[in-house]
T-cell receptor
Framework: DVKVTQSSRYLVKRTGEKVFLECVQD?????MFWYRQDPGLGLRLIYF???????EKGDIPEGYSVSREKKERFSLILESASTNQTSMYLC??????????FGNGTRLTVT | AQKITQTQPGMFVQEKEAVTLDCTYD???????LFWYKQPSSGEMIFLIY??????QNATEGRYSLNFQKARKSANLVISASQLGDSAMYFC?????????????FGGGTRVLVKP
Protein backbone atom coordinates (compact mmCIF):
# COMPACT_ATOMS: atom_id res chain seq x y z
CA ASP A 1 0.00 0.00 0.00
CA VAL A 2 1.14 3.51 -0.80
CA LYS A 3 1.97 5.51 2.26
CA VAL A 4 2.05 9.28 2.27
CA THR A 5 3.14 10.67 5.61
CA GLN A 6 2.72 14.22 6.77
CA SER A 7 4.97 15.05 9.68
CA SER A 8 2.41 16.86 11.83
CA ARG A 9 -1.30 16.26 12.37
CA TYR A 10 -1.86 19.56 14.17
CA LEU A 11 0.28 22.68 14.15
CA VAL A 12 -0.17 26.05 15.84
CA LYS A 13 2.04 28.94 14.72
CA ARG A 14 2.16 32.67 15.26
CA THR A 15 1.69 35.31 12.60
CA GLY A 16 4.96 36.07 10.82
CA GLU A 17 6.61 32.75 11.64
CA LYS A 18 8.23 30.65 8.93
CA VAL A 19 6.42 27.33 8.76
CA PHE A 20 7.55 24.07 7.20
CA LEU A 21 5.09 21.30 6.36
CA GLU A 22 6.79 18.05 5.47
CA CYS A 23 5.51 15.21 3.32
CA VAL A 24 7.16 11.89 2.55
CA GLN A 25 5.97 9.10 0.25
CA ASP A 26 7.37 5.60 0.11
CA UNK A 27 6.37 4.43 -3.38
CA UNK A 28 8.93 6.19 -5.58
CA UNK A 29 6.22 8.39 -7.11
CA UNK A 30 7.34 11.13 -9.46
CA UNK A 31 4.40 13.43 -8.84
CA MET A 32 3.74 15.20 -5.57
CA PHE A 33 1.13 17.81 -4.71
CA TRP A 34 0.16 20.22 -1.95
CA TYR A 35 -3.50 21.16 -1.53
CA ARG A 36 -5.29 23.21 1.07
CA GLN A 37 -8.82 22.34 2.11
CA ASP A 38 -11.35 24.91 3.32
CA PRO A 39 -15.07 24.41 4.03
CA GLY A 40 -17.20 24.94 0.95
CA LEU A 41 -14.16 25.42 -1.27
CA GLY A 42 -13.02 21.83 -1.47
CA LEU A 43 -9.35 21.24 -2.17
CA ARG A 44 -7.30 23.86 -3.96
CA LEU A 45 -3.90 23.16 -5.46
CA ILE A 46 -1.03 25.22 -4.09
CA TYR A 47 2.04 23.70 -5.76
CA PHE A 48 3.04 20.47 -7.42
CA UNK A 49 6.17 18.76 -8.59
CA UNK A 50 6.87 16.19 -11.31
CA UNK A 51 10.46 15.52 -10.43
CA UNK A 52 13.27 16.32 -8.04
CA UNK A 53 14.09 20.03 -7.90
CA UNK A 54 11.15 20.75 -10.17
CA UNK A 55 8.08 22.73 -9.08
CA GLU A 56 5.02 24.24 -10.68
CA LYS A 57 2.55 26.75 -9.31
CA GLY A 58 -0.98 25.58 -8.73
CA ASP A 59 -4.08 27.72 -8.42
CA ILE A 60 -3.23 29.52 -5.16
CA PRO A 61 0.58 29.73 -4.77
CA GLU A 62 0.71 33.19 -3.20
CA GLY A 63 2.34 33.17 0.21
CA TYR A 64 3.77 29.68 -0.26
CA SER A 65 6.89 28.07 -1.64
CA VAL A 66 7.99 24.44 -1.94
CA SER A 67 11.12 22.37 -1.95
CA ARG A 68 11.82 18.97 -3.45
CA GLU A 69 15.43 18.01 -2.89
CA LYS A 70 14.72 14.28 -2.83
CA LYS A 71 12.17 12.29 -4.78
CA GLU A 72 10.32 11.04 -1.73
CA ARG A 73 10.05 14.35 0.11
CA PHE A 74 8.02 17.46 -0.77
CA SER A 75 8.00 20.37 1.63
CA LEU A 76 5.56 23.26 1.76
CA ILE A 77 6.92 26.50 3.18
CA LEU A 78 4.96 29.43 4.50
CA GLU A 79 7.57 32.22 4.43
CA SER A 80 5.63 34.47 6.84
CA ALA A 81 2.50 32.81 8.16
CA SER A 82 -0.70 34.81 8.20
CA THR A 83 -4.08 34.11 9.77
CA ASN A 84 -5.68 33.53 6.36
CA GLN A 85 -3.39 30.55 5.95
CA THR A 86 -5.17 28.74 8.77
CA SER A 87 -6.41 25.64 6.99
CA MET A 88 -6.11 21.90 6.47
CA TYR A 89 -3.13 21.06 4.26
CA LEU A 90 -3.09 17.82 2.29
CA CYS A 91 -0.12 16.30 0.54
CA UNK A 92 -0.59 13.78 -2.26
CA UNK A 93 1.53 11.72 -4.61
CA UNK A 94 1.02 9.68 -7.76
CA UNK A 95 3.04 7.67 -10.22
CA UNK A 96 2.37 8.62 -13.84
CA UNK A 97 -1.07 10.09 -13.20
CA UNK A 98 -4.17 10.04 -10.99
CA UNK A 99 -5.56 8.74 -8.77
CA UNK A 100 -3.68 10.65 -6.16
CA UNK A 101 -2.71 9.06 -2.85
CA PHE A 102 -3.17 11.44 0.04
CA GLY A 103 -1.65 11.87 3.47
CA ASN A 104 -3.83 12.37 6.54
CA GLY A 105 -3.46 16.12 6.47
CA THR A 106 -1.99 18.79 8.70
CA ARG A 107 -4.38 21.16 10.39
CA LEU A 108 -2.53 24.45 10.70
CA THR A 109 -3.73 27.26 12.93
CA VAL A 110 -2.03 30.65 12.66
CA THR A 111 -2.73 32.98 15.58
CA ALA B 1 -10.78 27.14 -16.98
CA GLN B 2 -12.10 23.90 -15.58
CA LYS B 3 -14.65 23.84 -12.86
CA ILE B 4 -16.30 21.22 -10.69
CA THR B 5 -19.62 21.94 -8.99
CA GLN B 6 -21.19 19.95 -6.19
CA THR B 7 -24.49 21.62 -5.39
CA GLN B 8 -25.37 19.62 -2.26
CA PRO B 9 -23.39 20.86 0.74
CA GLY B 10 -24.91 18.20 2.97
CA MET B 11 -27.48 15.46 3.05
CA PHE B 12 -29.00 12.80 5.25
CA VAL B 13 -29.67 9.27 4.08
CA GLN B 14 -31.34 6.39 5.85
CA GLU B 15 -29.23 3.32 6.43
CA LYS B 16 -29.66 0.69 3.69
CA GLU B 17 -31.06 3.21 1.22
CA ALA B 18 -29.31 4.47 -1.90
CA VAL B 19 -28.01 8.01 -2.20
CA THR B 20 -26.97 10.05 -5.24
CA LEU B 21 -24.35 12.78 -4.96
CA ASP B 22 -24.41 15.34 -7.73
CA CYS B 23 -21.37 16.55 -9.65
CA THR B 24 -21.27 18.71 -12.76
CA TYR B 25 -18.14 19.77 -14.53
CA ASP B 26 -17.06 22.22 -17.14
CA UNK B 27 -14.25 21.59 -19.59
CA UNK B 28 -13.50 22.14 -23.24
CA UNK B 29 -10.96 19.30 -23.33
CA UNK B 30 -12.22 16.15 -25.10
CA UNK B 31 -10.03 13.93 -22.94
CA UNK B 32 -10.55 14.09 -19.20
CA UNK B 33 -11.03 11.89 -16.18
CA LEU B 34 -13.47 12.14 -13.32
CA PHE B 35 -12.81 10.89 -9.79
CA TRP B 36 -14.69 10.54 -6.54
CA TYR B 37 -12.98 10.61 -3.15
CA LYS B 38 -14.32 9.93 0.33
CA GLN B 39 -13.00 11.79 3.36
CA PRO B 40 -14.08 10.34 6.74
CA SER B 41 -13.68 12.34 9.93
CA SER B 42 -10.15 10.96 10.26
CA GLY B 43 -9.16 13.27 7.40
CA GLU B 44 -7.68 10.77 4.95
CA MET B 45 -8.81 11.00 1.33
CA ILE B 46 -9.91 7.63 -0.02
CA PHE B 47 -10.14 7.11 -3.78
CA LEU B 48 -13.49 5.51 -4.69
CA ILE B 49 -14.08 5.41 -8.42
CA TYR B 50 -12.84 6.71 -11.77
CA UNK B 51 -14.57 7.47 -15.10
CA UNK B 52 -12.70 8.33 -18.28
CA UNK B 53 -14.31 10.64 -20.81
CA UNK B 54 -14.04 8.00 -23.53
CA UNK B 55 -15.31 5.12 -21.41
CA UNK B 56 -18.42 3.63 -22.97
CA GLN B 57 -19.84 2.21 -19.78
CA ASN B 58 -20.50 3.76 -16.41
CA ALA B 59 -17.88 2.84 -13.82
CA THR B 60 -18.79 0.63 -10.89
CA GLU B 61 -16.82 -0.41 -7.80
CA GLY B 62 -18.74 -2.52 -5.34
CA ARG B 63 -21.51 -0.37 -3.86
CA TYR B 64 -20.30 2.69 -5.76
CA SER B 65 -21.38 3.50 -9.28
CA LEU B 66 -20.92 6.57 -11.39
CA ASN B 67 -23.84 7.89 -13.43
CA PHE B 68 -21.90 9.51 -16.27
CA GLN B 69 -23.94 11.73 -18.58
CA LYS B 70 -21.40 13.24 -20.95
CA ALA B 71 -23.77 15.52 -22.87
CA ARG B 72 -24.99 17.03 -19.62
CA LYS B 73 -21.46 17.13 -18.18
CA SER B 74 -22.50 15.35 -15.04
CA ALA B 75 -20.84 12.54 -13.10
CA ASN B 76 -23.05 11.68 -10.16
CA LEU B 77 -21.94 9.16 -7.57
CA VAL B 78 -24.49 6.57 -6.47
CA ILE B 79 -23.93 4.71 -3.21
CA SER B 80 -26.22 1.73 -2.86
CA ALA B 81 -27.33 0.18 0.43
CA SER B 82 -25.84 2.93 2.61
CA GLN B 83 -23.96 1.93 5.73
CA LEU B 84 -23.15 3.95 8.83
CA GLY B 85 -19.52 3.94 7.75
CA ASP B 86 -20.46 5.85 4.61
CA SER B 87 -20.90 9.00 6.70
CA ALA B 88 -18.18 11.29 5.36
CA MET B 89 -17.34 14.13 3.01
CA TYR B 90 -17.39 13.21 -0.65
CA PHE B 91 -15.44 15.07 -3.30
CA CYS B 92 -15.77 14.99 -7.05
CA UNK B 93 -12.60 15.82 -8.98
CA UNK B 94 -11.45 16.13 -12.57
CA UNK B 95 -8.07 15.58 -14.15
CA UNK B 96 -6.63 18.28 -16.36
CA UNK B 97 -5.87 17.50 -19.99
CA UNK B 98 -2.81 15.21 -20.23
CA UNK B 99 -0.56 17.88 -21.70
CA UNK B 100 -1.41 20.16 -18.78
CA UNK B 101 -0.15 17.73 -16.23
CA UNK B 102 -1.77 15.31 -13.84
CA UNK B 103 -3.37 17.74 -11.43
CA UNK B 104 -6.87 17.20 -10.05
CA UNK B 105 -9.41 20.00 -9.66
CA PHE B 106 -11.88 19.38 -6.84
CA GLY B 107 -15.44 20.39 -6.13
CA GLY B 108 -16.57 21.88 -2.83
CA GLY B 109 -17.69 18.54 -1.44
CA THR B 110 -20.90 17.01 -0.07
CA ARG B 111 -21.22 15.89 3.53
CA VAL B 112 -23.25 12.70 3.90
CA LEU B 113 -24.70 11.57 7.21
CA VAL B 114 -26.19 8.08 7.32
CA LYS B 115 -28.95 7.68 9.89
CA PRO B 116 -29.56 4.32 11.58
Amino acid sequence: DVKVTQSSRYLVKRTGEKVFLECVQDMDHENMFWYRQDPGLGLRLIYFSYDVKMKEKGDIPEGYSVSREKKERFSLILESASTNQTSMYLCASSFSGPPLHFGNGTRLTVT
Amino acid sequence: AQKITQTQPGMFVQEKEAVTLDCTYDTSDPSYGLFWYKQPSSGEMIFLIYQGSYDQQNATEGRYSLNFQKARKSANLVISASQLGDSAMYFCAMRDAPDAGNKLTFGGGTRVLVKP
